[in-house]
């Protein structure tokens, strides 16, 4: 699951990294949580990338109503081809959701313990999403996304047992094409990260509470409870 994440590079710079049009403003988050506007990189009505805002919890194009009943953070990658709320989504409308990591909970004797996962370099990581529109309210469409996870690599379950999927630069292209339809070519794409660069960073509780959105999110913390 990926309930949590961090976002404190620049629109610009994140913008510049996936060659995208900024059409989103964003001020450094380090505790995003579901339901909030947050920039997703996608392709554009003329084939090129946008960054733009879109809500975190996916709305199927044919739910009666934008609602929590029907709206999806994350999407498993088991079921992704065959689940209706993401079958078509995942055939054509198919986003990057970028993150300076992310966080997750790991069961403890007492309480949860928050680890902030992330790169060793600090670089961003891009998520894969899936995305969809919904247009039958009368405020205009409603555009929103979820993160598609896979059970955790090795290292990361050490943690939790799932982790977002995490889409490397040579396979950004496959993934954001919407003309790439052959589900067959993409299901590799879901698999766990393996690598070791991601740190399991223990953090102070203080993130736990979704309105505490400020740096000391990612205080780590010398022993994990402490």
Not at 17 to 33: D, H, Q, R, T
Not at 46 to 61: A, D, F, M, Q, T
Not at 169 to 196: F, I, M
Request: proline share 10%; with cysteine.
């Amino acid at each position: 699951m990926c309930g949590r994440y961090a976002l404190k590079t620049s629109v610009p710079e994140i913008a510049r990294i996936l060659g995208a049009e900024a059409n989103a403003k964003f001020a450094p988050s380090y505790n995003v949580a579901p339901s909030r506007d947050v920039p997703v990189c996608r392709t554009s009505a003329n084939g090129g990338r946008e960054l733009s805002l879109l809500r975190w919890g996916l709305v199927p194009h044919w739910a009666k109503a934008a609602n929590d009943r029907y709206r999806m953070i994350n999407a498993r990658a088991e079921t992704v081809a065959d689940k209706p709320a993401f079958r078509t989504p995942f055939r054509r409308r198919r986003c990057l959701v970028p993150a300076d990591g992310y966080f997750e909970w790991k069961a403890g004797p007492h309480r949860k313990q928050p680890y902030f996962i992330h790169r060793d370099d600090e670089s961003p990581i891009f998520l894969a999403g899936l995305w969809d529109r919904w247009e039958k309210g009368e405020d205009g469409p409603l555009d929103s996304f979820a993160i598609v996870t896979t059970p955790a690599s090795e290292h990361v379950a050490n943690v939790h047992d799932r982790m977002p999927v995490i889409v490397e630069a040579d396979n950004h292209e496959t993934w954001l094409n919407p003309d790439t339809e052959d589900v067959r070519s993409l299901l590799p794409l879901l698999k766990p990260h393996p690598g070791k660069e991601l740190l399991l960073t223990p953090v102070n509780t203080y993130v736990n509470n979704p309105r505490n959105d400020d740096s000391r999110c990612l205080d780590p913390i010398t022993e994990p409870g402490a």
